[in-house]
C-alpha cells in the first residue's frame, strides 16, 4: 500500500447538507484533503424514501441474515445456516480488508473465472448465498434481493476515487517458499482461534440461538466445500487484517503471513473436517483458474496439493516466466 490508509469517519459536516454523496458525479470538490480517500457510510444518511427503506432493509440482511432469511427466517427460508453476510463482509460490508463490498455496484456486470462468463451482481449475491450460507437463491425479483442491491448501491456512493483504493477487499501477504502446514496450523489454532471458535471449529450461538457469537469454521452448519473462504490464501489474507477478532487489524496484525496460512490450511483441510456441498469442479478455464484452487486440471504441472496449499512461488514463477496472467 503506497501510503497510510485514510478511514475517515465521517464528518458529519462535510456529509450534511448533501444528504449523500452523489454517485455519478465527481465528487473530488468534496474531498478537502487528498488522502481521503474512503469514508464509512453514516447509516443516519440513508434517505427517508422507498430507496432509503430498501437500503435499511438491505444493511439488516447483512447483519442479521439468519432473523430475516435463515432456516427459520422471518421473510423466508433461503439460508441454510445461522451466519451472517457480516460475520465476513465485516461491518455490512464496509470494512476495509474484510471483504469490503463498496465497490461491488460499480464493478457488476463482471467477468467471473468460476462460471467462465458474465455475471451481474444480483447473481454474485446469490452465488454468496448459496455457497458459504449453503442456501437456495433469492428470487430476482424478490425484496430481498433489491434491499441487498440498494444497499450495496448506497455504500457505493461514499468511494469518493473510483479509479483507486476504496477499502480493498483482501490483503496481499507474501508467500513463503515452504508449503501452509494444517499439523502446524492447529496448534496455531488452540492457540489464537479456540477460545472463540471452540475446539471443534462449531463456534458460539447467542444466547436465542438466532444467530451466532462467534461463527463456525467448518462442519455441517459451516460455509460449503468451494466458497471462496475454503481457499488458503484467500483466507489467509482475510485472517491476517481480521482475525484474532478485535485484536487484528490489517495494520496491526496478530498473525503473521505464514501463520495464517498455516491455519487456513488446517481450517480448510477436508481430510481433517467436514463442510456442506460435494466437492465442486468450477473454473471451467485452466488458464483462469485461481492459483490455489485445490481442484485440476491446471494450465501448468503444478499438483492439486501444491495448489492448494503451495509453496506458490514456484508456481508464480512459472507463470511469469510463460508471460500469462496467474489469477491469485
Ligand atoms: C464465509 C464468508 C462469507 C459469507 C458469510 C458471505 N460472503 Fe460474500 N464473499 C465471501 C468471499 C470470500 C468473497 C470473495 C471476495 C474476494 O474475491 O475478494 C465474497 C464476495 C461477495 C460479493 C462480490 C464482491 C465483489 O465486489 O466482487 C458479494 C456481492 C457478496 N459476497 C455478498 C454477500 C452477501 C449478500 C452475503 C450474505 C447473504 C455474503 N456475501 C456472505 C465470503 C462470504
Ligand atoms: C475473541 C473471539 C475471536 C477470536 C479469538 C477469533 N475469532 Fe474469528 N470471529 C469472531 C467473530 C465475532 C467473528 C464474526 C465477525 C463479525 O460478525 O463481525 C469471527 C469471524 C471469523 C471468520 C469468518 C466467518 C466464518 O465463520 O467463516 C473466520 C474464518 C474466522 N473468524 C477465523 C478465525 C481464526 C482462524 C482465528 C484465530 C487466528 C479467529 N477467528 C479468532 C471471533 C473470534
Request: glycine share 6%; charged share 20%; proline share 8%.
Amino acid at each position: 500500500m503506497k501510503k497510510t490508509i485514510a478511514i475517515i469517519l465521517i464528518v458529519q459536516a462535510i456529509i450534511l447538507g448533501c444528504q449523500q454523496l452523489p454517485s455519478n458525479q465527481d465528487t473530488s470538490s468534496n474531498v478537502p484533503d487528498d488522502s481521503l480517500e474512503y469514508i464509512i457510510p453514516d447509516t443516519s444518511l440513508i434517505p427517508r424514501d422507498a430507496f432509503g427503506d430498501a437500503v435499511r432493509y438491505g444493511r439488516n440482511l447483512m447483519e442479521k441474515t439468519a432473523f430475516f432469511i435463515g432456516p427459520k427466517g422471518s421473510n423466508g427460508q433461503y439460508t441454510r445456516n445461522l451466519m451472517a453476510c457480516s460475520n465476513c463482509h465485516q461491518q455490512a460490508g464496509t470494512k476495509p480488508f474484510s471483504f469490503n463490498l463498496m465497490r461491488s455496484h460499480q464493478e457488476y456486470p463482471q467477468y467471473r473465472p468460476r462460471e467462465d462468463k458474465i455475471l451481474t451482481l444480483a447473481e454474485r449475491v446469490n452465488n454468496c448465498i448459496t455457497r458459504p450460507h449453503n442456501g437456495r437463491p433469492l428470487p430476482y425479483e424478490s425484496k430481498e434481493m433489491i434491499a441487498f442491491l440498494s444497499y450495496l448501491k448506497w455504500i457505493n456512493s461514499f468511494v469518493i476515487r473510483k479509479d483507486r483504493f476504496a477499502g480493498e477487499k483482501n490483503l496481499q501477504i507474501q508467500y513463503p517458499d515452504i508449503a501452509a502446514n494444517a499439523k502446524t496450523g492447529s496448534v496455531l489454532y488452540a492457540q489464537h482461534c479456540e477460545r472463540c471458535h471452540q475446539k471443534k471449529g462449531e463456534g458460539l450461538f447467542n444466547a436465542d440461538t438466532t444467530a451466532y457469537l462467534y461463527p463456525p469454521l467448518w462442519g455441517d452448519l459451516s460455509y460449503r466445500k468451494g466458497s471462496s473462504m475454503n481457499r488458503v490464501t484467500k483466507m489467509a489474507g482475510w485472517l491476517k487484517a481480521n482475525m484474532p477478532h478485535q485484536l487484528a487489524s490489517h495494520t496491526n496484525p496478530i498473525l503473521s503471513d505464514v501463520e495464517a496460512l498455516h491455519i487456513a490450511a488446517f481450517i480448510n483441510d477436508e481430510s481433517i473436517h467436514s463442510r456442506p456441498g460435494d466437492a465442486t469442479y468450477d473454473y471451467p478455464n485452466p488458464l483462469t483458474k485461481p492459483m490455489d484452487y485445490d481442484k485440476g486440471p491446471y494450465a501448468d504441472p503444478f499438483s492439486e496439493e501444491q495448489h492448494k496449499n503451495g509453496p506458490f512461488p514456484p508456481i508464480i514463477k512459472y507463470w511469469e516466466e510463460k508471460g500469462q496472467k496467474l489469477v491469485k
